[in-house]
């Protein structure tokens, strides 16, 4: 089985502080992704990776980083933590033929205080 | 991409067979059906796809009509565990990364899974 799994089911953070969010998938996969994940907004793209050290923005890149230095490791970072960054946000990989095959970790839930 | 309609909620007793509609009429040729369930508070779980033939795996069969303007997803034999909320995506399969990547959840349907 797939496994993506997140650092933090459960993040507190105070506005202005950094924050960093880890994922890592075990099956050798291409691409991996971040999503935040609000109520009424559904899913939205932060930012993807399709190979190491190559990223690519989403739909909503400002405000947030993202670092991929080990194929099975993809790194969200919050630069300066703000209210509004206060979601879920879910991490994923594809594989390479088809990524809408997606499989996604738990979520980490961050409250941005 | 074609859009897809889903009855916003659904009831099934449990230990019988789920069976979750989605219409996407305006499908093309090249678009694939997706399925994906998530369960409160947990990350989004793929579950089957398909392109125009029926397909089964150890979660759920995919039965898509003929002229691919419709589709089912069936749990077999549903239990607690699957109350959750479904989606059904319709989009062409892409081997390369972009914004392409981005799959657009709408508001499925909710299955809540009864005693």
């Known amino acids: 089985d797939v496994k993506v799994t997140q650092s933090s089911r459960y993040l507190v953070k105070r506005t202005g502080e950094k924050v960093f969010l880890e994922c890592v998938q075990d099956m050798d996969h291409e691409n991996m992704f971040w999503y935040r994940q609000d109520p009424g907004l559904g899913l939205r793209l932060i930012y993807f990776s399709y190979d190491v050290k190559m990223k690519e923005k989403g739909d909503i890149p400002e405000g947030y980083s993202v670092s991929r230095e080990k194929k099975e490791r993809f790194s969200l970072i919050l630069e300066s933590a703000s209210t509004n960054q206060t979601s879920m946000y879910l991490c994923?990989?594809?594989?390479?033929?088809?990524?809408?095959?997606?499989?996604f970790g738990p979520g980490t839930r961050l409250l941005v205080l | 991409d074609a859009k897809t309609t889903q009855p916003p909620s659904m009831d099934c007793a449990e230990g019988r067979a789920a069976n979750l509609p989605c219409n996407h009429s305006t499908i093309s040729g090249n678009e694939y059906v997706y399925w994906y369930r998530q369960i409160h508070s947990q990350g989004p779980q793929y579950i089957i796809h398909?392109?125009?033939n029926n397909e089964t795996n150890e979660m759920a069969s995919l039965i898509i009509t003929e002229d691919r303007k419709s589709s089912t997803l069936i749990l077999p034999h549903a239990t607690l565990r699957d109350t959750a909320v479904y989606y059904c995506?319709?989009?062409?399969?892409?081997?390369?990364?972009?914004?392409?990547?981005?799959?657009?959840f709408g508001k499925g349907t909710k299955l809540s899974v009864k005693p």
């Open positions: 995506i319709v989009r062409v399969g892409r081997r390369y990364g972009g914004s392409q990547g981005n799959l657009i």
């Open positions: 398909g392109l125009k």
């Open positions: 994923a990989s594809s594989l390479y033929v088809l990524q809408e095959t997606q499989y």
